[in-house]
């Protein structure tokens, strides 16, 4: 059997950040009350590799669906096939959303936007132009990638 440690499996940041500029797509996951499951949903996100930091464009559904986003702990996971890196790959990103059209954070979370496309899926079943919208900020407390390592047998 051929042996590969953990650290054979991580990400380096510069591989993780190549992987974030390529995809576009992830499940988001809100906390949630102990004895409930987390709400997790697909979205599609931005990157800024300067900031570390992911953009999100949340549908605004009713708040008996999703609750309130702001400061809620949250892991936001991507995944897939990464010709570039050499297989599967994944990152886990940990940490609480932040609105970005507050006072403290609009200045910082606009600059962090330049350069950033989220783009839309269509996924509600009504045209985007119907739907409003908010956009968050996640700039995490952890962020890990692994990558997919050839074993034996």
């Keep these: 059997m051929v042996g590969n440690g953990p650290e054979e499996n991580q990400l380096s940041e510069s591989e993780i950040d190549g992987f974030l500029a390529r995809v576009d797509t992830g499940v988001l996951s809100l906390s949630t009350p102990a004895d409930e499951p987390p709400h997790s ?83 509600f079943g009504d045209p985007p132009k119907d739907i409003s919208f908010s956009f968050y900020r996640l700039v995490p407390e952890t962020l890990t990638g692994r990558k997919e390592t050839i074993t034996e047998l």
């Design 41 to 123: 949903v697909p979205v599609s996100f931005g990157y800024n590799a300067d900031q570390t930091a992911f953009f999100f464009r949340v549908a605004d559904l009713p708040p008996q669906q999703k609750g309130n986003l702001e400061e809620r702990s949250v892991t936001f996971v991507t995944y897939g096939d990464d010709g570039e890196i050499g297989g599967y790959v994944s990152i886990v990103a940990q940490g609480s959303l932040e609105p970005t059209t507050g006072a403290e954070t609009a200045t910082e979370a606009l600059s962090g936007l330049e350069g950033v496309t989220i783009p839309f899926v269509d996924i």
